[in-house]
């Protein structure tokens, strides 16, 4: 890789992440001068576009960025760009419609690969289908590199880095400050939703190929609610998440579990409102666009007008800057174990840890700097990483590399905000 004419390329540059991952790449690369830099994209005017954009609001001179024209639907054009790339930044979605040629065209072309995926049918079947050609060829195809999986992923592991003795179940409770204006989305986020909705049936086939043993029973078992409750950790009320940014850290563990030998921590997260209603109203809205998401016409419908669908929260033109500099998260954590191995066989837990992770707007800021600080890990940390190449999620593939000071470096903070105590 090291003939190659750019260390990373922003595929996808001109979209409404991929002008804040230019952005964040600006802001880092003067830091990193010798960073060689491209964004790639169908069309070359509105790539200049973005980048006039990034020079702007980050006040970097950007003249030596590079320009590659590429499309999903074009094999040679894809060839072309992951020849010239050692690590692309794949912000091109949603991943169900276009992600696997880019997938494809890295290992080909020896081309390291991070991508923003949450929808649960790709990534599976880019590990199943993936994993072993990504390891012959050396590449490193690091999955959900986004504001949901690496601040819940890597934040299990930095409780666990934490607590003084072992550790058995963390549970995550992430709530947003959406601002006086509210919480705005870009339609870009719901659609790979819809995607994934719209595919549900694919996902036990994949997981009858992949045929994965179960992880052991740890006891005591992680308690989950399925209904909503008020939590004293978050002072919010709290319906559960599920999905993607589950998968990715049982992912991890398994992983962890198989090749390391480390005992699989177990992981539940929940979603804080500052009211009971608005967990209601937040529920029935999710039934709706599921129910909706099902048919062809129902996608079309919401993708015409999903502002009415959402109440405003998604929308095509997505959130203004005024409305992002106001929006922050927060997920606190709570961790859970033992401080001796006698504990740990008895399976009576005595020790207790809470963390926090917390950061800038989440879906488009955080997620900028979440994804180019995984970029260069991948780049800058490669003896660190699992194997010699693969299919991973966030932690997995971080787990003794320093993600997670990188990414506090950059305003997303890991904090303990509790040390461990006796319960």
Known sequence: ?????????????????????????????????????????????????????????????????????????????????????????????????????????????????????????????TQLDYHQRAKDAGVYIVQSCGYDCIPTDMGVLFAKREFPGILNSVTSYITMNPGLEGLALNFGTLNSNLQMVANFGEIAKIREKMNHPPLPECKPKLRTSKVPFFSDICERWCIPMSGPIIDATEHSQRYLYQTEKQRPIQFGIYHGESSLRRVVAAILVIMFLVVMALFKCGRRLIEKYPELFTFGVFSHRGPTEEQMSRISFSIKSIGRGFSTEAAANEGREDLEIITQVNGPEVAYVTTAIVMVQAGLTVLQETDKLPEKGGVYAPGAAFYKTTLIDRCHKHGVKFSVIKESYKV
């Not at 952005?23 to 790539?47: H, T, Y």
């Not at 091109?92 to 649960?120: F, K, M």
């Open 1 to 125: 890789m090291d003939a190659k004419k750019f260390d990373v390329v922003v595929f996808g540059a001109t979209g409404f992440t991929g002008k804040y991952c230019v952005k964040e790449l600006a802001e880092v690369s003067a830091r990193n001068q010798d960073l060689k830099w491209a964004v790639a994209g169908r069309n070359e005017e509105k790539l200049r576009v973005s980048v006039k954009w990034a020079s702007e609001k980050s006040g970097r001179d950007l003249k030596q960025v590079g320009y590659i024209c590429a499309d999903v639907s074009d094999e040679d054009s894809m060839n072309s760009m992951c020849k010239q790339a050692k690590l692309i930044l794949n912000l091109v979605g949603p991943y169900l419609l276009y992600g696997q040629p880019v997938v494809d065209a890295c290992v080909r072309n020896n081309c390291h690969h991070i991508d923003l995926s949450g929808e649960t049918q790709f990534l599976e079947r």
